[in-house]
């Protein structure tokens, strides 16, 4: 299965929290699965940390991208296609990381792994549990 993890997902997945319910930790772990990480939740983590509303163990310039790469997670980029799909979306959400994160998912064919029901007013597939 490929999944695009949302912002939150990959934190507590990065930081083995125990609100990532075991069913989503089992589904990014599994062998089968290709895991993506939106450049947008990375500018999201950065723009947090800079605010001192996220404290994270890891430099994102210097230690997150091998942090990423040693859990075998893609970092998807922002594509113009991404941009245009956002662009067309209904406002069911204002948050435009949230709002990305639901264009790369119908644009990738991606599965979003996200406890946030609001992307449920989207054309994207969510999992949670």
């Known amino acids: 299965m490929r999944y695009l993890l949302d912002t939150h997902c990959l934190l507590w997945f990065l930081q083995g929290a125990r609100e990532l319910p075991a069913g989503v930790a089992r ?8 895991n993506h990480v939106s450049m947008a939740s990375v500018w999201e983590m950065a723009i947090k940390v800079g605010l001192g509303k996220l404290e994270v163990p890891y430099s994102i310039g210097r230690d997150l991208p091998s942090l990423l790469a040693g859990n075998g997670f893609v970092v998807l980029p922002l594509a113009f296609e991404h941009l245009q799909v956002v662009a067309e979306l209904p406002r069911h959400h204002r948050d435009p990381f949230d709002r990305l994160l639901v264009a790369q998912a119908r644009c990738e064919a991606l599965v979003l792994l996200s406890r946030d ?6 054309a994207v597939r969510r999992e949670w549990a």
Do not use: G
Request: overall charge negative; glycine content about 0%.
């Open 27 to 34: 589904r990014i772990e599994a062998a089968s699965a290709a």
């Open 117 to 122: 029901p609001v992307f449920d007013a989207y």
